[in-house]
């Protein structure tokens, strides 16, 4: 037997190519020792090969000890048929050992080492080490823990349906088995190889587990059919429990797979979400600057211009015709007054460098002092008249609009010229005065150029011309600056209206209404003012500006450090938020303040209808600072001498439609820094808004009528008497607006004190701060973005 054993082995362990068994080379030599000592030491188990399936369903020819270990109990030997399946990893892992009931057999429920489904489980199974571990201690095993706990029971129906009494009495009986009727024992097959001769129990063993009882070798009192089929159904639940629990677990592990397979997609489409949007903002960004470059473009123009003059003027000097260059030729005048500013200020210069050199001789005392003295006094004298003849000049230059001198196709500012004439003064008292008169005549276009600046934006109108659709980012409010839908249904109070004409024929109870309006409201519109004819000529004049190509409007687009010209106000970071407008703002009054290179002149009858217009503002604007002087406790002269030289401002709005309009604002929360604005808008359509009592309400257009309202410099005269209220204009989704506000501004050097007569310090002490001048409040605003209107008035208000 042992020979025979020897030789299966080694042949199966031999065996090479798809036939080899799945175990290490190095480790086969032990298997077949294991195996052998086995069937030496317990000759019931025998070694054989047999398809092994995983759980997964691979299957394996694997070794295998099939047979039945001996176990004791109670005195009797009983034989456990089992199966030890040596898994490829033996004998580095333990093997698989199973019990493997007959037909006739049922495994105990629950048992401490056997799963149901026949698996064993002992200690020494749990702690297996290699190389010490080995298949004959685990049969010993097997045999010890076996006998403390039988794992295997027969099982049959009693051939009695109605057992008698005795047999109910019968130990090994049970009414409450598990198996209905059934009694299960210990099963003990007999083998011929028994180890030891089966004794036969001379009296019936005590149940090892409440519900069963032992059965004897021998003794056949179940009926195997019976039990046969028990095993067979429990053994397929447990392996359909065992399949069901696979396949969960697979399934389980499937979805847990496709789970993060989901969260990695979302993650990605997160992603590509954000990069589009990144794109699309580049685009934004792109299609933004590209306008911004088009807008440029004729000032590229002028650079081609410029360079072609300078080649051809390095050509000469190429040809050595540098010195047969005259200077005198390098600028020719465009016309008889070009030429004549270019004389007297060439003279100027001449005068201005021979006094210079006077000075000099005279500090070194190359000339005695008297003869200093006469000289400078002559030299100061004829720049004087040169001086004098330029600003004259410039006057007429101005109102010709002839803004620039041109040789052909190159233009250079007039301004360019006239400031070389600020370069050294002399010490004398005479030439200061003389040079202050000439600095004097320069004052306007310095100044123009000193109030402050705007960034350069896109045209709104020239976005929603290309795609009506789009609102770029930089223009859609943060949510808490957005119009609440609910503001945006027209509202039913009205804003005073005041009559004119009553006033200027004195009607005091008029002029108490304005009183009343302009303390509760600082709004009202005006009707009967008398500008009736004038406003459609104005209105079609400014229409006439914004229907015109983009590049027409760009050659009067604001200047870099300018606050006048095409473009949008208040900008002063590329962060800021924008509104949905485009603008335009001219300097009216006086007509020698106006810039003309701003002036559309192309546009037949724009000047004109301006100009016809401010003088009916003018005019309005005396009388309402005539009525609010007398209000103010005043002589009716006093506001309007107060603004020194008053000045008009005229700024027209553009706003275009959206197709989102409830996420962008026409014109941004902000007050007016005027003393008054006389605004014009659309007869049919609502959209300027104004803060009366916390709350948002729309001025309804009242045709014909112009709106008036109160400005910082009025609250601050008044000592916050006549507010200046905080206003907003909304877009509409179907129709563009245009607007046209003139602000009423003072003198730079006024300073917006509190006047006397509204100051009390027992009933209305003063709020706001003396000597600050208008100027500086002005740059301080347009410093800033457009943010309500505290923002602004704090810097007038005393700190209290
Ligand atoms: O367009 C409007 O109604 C308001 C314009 C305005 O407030 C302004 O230009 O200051
Ligand atoms: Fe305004």
């Known amino acids: 037997m042992a020979q025979y054993t020897q030789q299966f082995l080694s042949s199966v362990l031999s065996q090479r190519g798809p036939a080899a068994l799945p175990y290490a080379e190095d480790v086969k030599w032990f298997i077949r020792q294991h195996l052998v000592s086995l069937t030496e030491a317990y000759p019931s188990l025998q070694p054989k090969t047999a398809t092994f399936t995983h759980n997964d369903g691979r299957t394996v020819n694997l070794l295998q000890a099939d047979g039945t270990v001996p176990m004791l109990f109670q005195g009797v030997t009983y034989n456990i048929p089992v199966a030890i399946w040596l898994t490829e990893s033996y004998p580095r892992h333990a093997p698989l050992v199973f019990v493997n009931p007959t037909r006739d057999m049922i495994i105990k429920r629950p048992h401490q080492f056997v799963s149901p489904n026949g698996v064993v489980s002992i200690p020494y199974i749990q702690n297996w080490v290699y190389p010490s571990s080995n298949i004959v201690e685990l049969a010993r095993n097997l045999c010890h823990f076996f006998g403390r706990d039988p794992p295997l029971y027969s099982q049959r129906k009693p051939s009695n349906p109605n057992p008698s009494p005795n047999y109910a009495s019968n130990n090994f009986s049970s009414v409450n088995s598990s198996v209905g009727s ?24 005590p149940p090892p587990y409440g519900t069963g009882s032992v059965y004897g070798s021998g003794r056949i009192m179940d009926d195997p059919a019976e039990v046969f089929k028990k095993n067979a159904i429990n ?6 429990n ?19 397979a989901q969260a990695v997609l979302r993650k990605r489409e997160e992603e590509l979400g954000k990069g589009l949007k990144e794109m699309q903002d580049e685009k934004e960004g792109l299609e933004q600057q590209l306008q911004i470059v088009l807008m440029n473009s004729d000032v590229l123009e002028g650079c081609d211009v410029l360079e072609g003059w300078l080649s051809e003027n390095e050509e000469k000097m190429g040809n050595n015709e540098i010195n047969s260059l005259d200077v005198d030729e390098t600028l020719e005048p465009c016309d008889a007054l070009s030429k004549q500013m270019l004389d007297c200020t060439a003279s100027d210069l001449v005068v201005e460098d021979v006094i210079y050199a006077l000075d000099k001789a005279v500090q070194e005392g190359a000339i005695p002092f008297d003869q200093y003295l006469r000289n400078v006094r002559l030299l100061s004298r004829e720049q004087f008249f040169h001086r004098a003849t330029a600003s004259k000049v410039r006057a007429v230059q101005m109102q010709a609009q002839l803004i620039v001198i041109r040789r052909p196709s190159v233009w250079i500012p007039c301004f360019c010229l006239a400031s070389e004439n600020q370069r050294s003064f002399s010490s004398t008292l005479e030439r200061y005065m003389y040079a202050q008169l000439a600095i004097m005549a320069t004052e306007y276009e310095d100044k123009a150029l000193g109030y402050g600046s705007s960034l350069p934006v896109p045209s709104v109108q020239e976005i929603v011309r290309n795609d009506a659709n789009n609102v770029p980012k930089r223009y859609i409010k943060n949510l808490e600056d957005r119009p609440l839908s609910s503001e945006r249904l027209p509202l039913l109070l009205d804003i005073p209206i005041i009559n004119l004409s009553l006033l200027t024929n004195g009607d005091e109870e008029e002029r108490r209404r304005l009183d009343i309006a302009c303390k509760e409201w600082g709004f009202f519109q005006i009707i ?39 473009g949008q106000f208040y900008v002063v970071s590329d962060e800021q938020k924008l509104d949905w407008s485009d603008s335009m703002l001219l300097m009216t009054m006086p007509s020698y ?41 005043m002589e009716r002269g006093v ?18 439609t959206c197709s989102q309009p409830d996420l962008v604002l026409g014109i941004s929360p902000h007050s007016d820094s005027s003393s008054i604005t006389l605004l014009v808008q659309d007869d049919d359509l609502t959209a300027l808004q104004i803060k009366h009592k916390e709350e948002w309400v729309s001025v309804k257009p009242v045709p014909n009528a112009i709106v008036v309202n109160i400005g910082d410099v ?16 909304l877009i509409n989704e179907k129709k563009p607006r245009i607007s046209v506000a003139t602000f009423v501004i003072p003198g730079d050097d ?4 509190p006047l006397e007569t509204m100051v009390d310090e027992n009933h209305r002490p003063r709020i706001y701060k003396n000597d600050v001048k208008y100027v500086e409040y002005l740059r301080h605003t347009l410093a800033k973005k457009m943010d309500g209107k505290a923002t602004n008035l704090e810097y007038l208000k005393l700190q209290m």
């Not at 053994?235 to 359909?240: G, N, Q």
């Not at 003088?615 to 609010?628: A, Q, V």
């Not at 506001?639 to 027209?652: N, Q, S, V």
């Open 750 to 753: 006024v300073a917006l004190n």
């Open 182 to 205: 059934a009694v299960a024992r210990p099963a003990i097959p007999p083998r011929v190889y028994s180890p030891s001769p089966t004794p036969t129990p001379t009296s019936t063993p």
């Open 242 to 260: 065992g399949d069901i629990r696979e396949l969960r677990k697979t399934r389980e592990a499937e979805l847990e797979g496709l789970f993060s």
């Open 235 to 240: 053994k397929l639940v447990e392996s359909l």
């Open 528 to 566: 009967n003012h008398g500008a009736d004819e004038v406003l459609p000529k104005m209105k079609a004049a400014v229409a006439a500006f914004f229907e015109l190509p983009l590049c027409e409007k760009m050659k009067y687009r604001m200047a870099a450090n300018d606050i006048q010209g095409y």
């Open 593 to 633: 303040i106006r810039n003309m290179k701003y002036w559309p002149i192309a546009i037949p009858g724009f000047k004109e209808a301006l100009e016809e217009y401010s003088i009916e503002l003018e005019r309005i604007t005396y009388e309402i600072f005539g009525n609010l002087s007398s209000l103010m406790g």
């Open 714 to 729: 009025v609250e601050a005269w008044s000592n916050g008497l006549y507010e200046s209220i905080e206003h907003r204009a």
């Open 639 to 656: 506001l309007k001498e107060l603004h020194g030289i008053m000045k008009l401002g005229m700024r027209m709005n553009y706003y275009p």
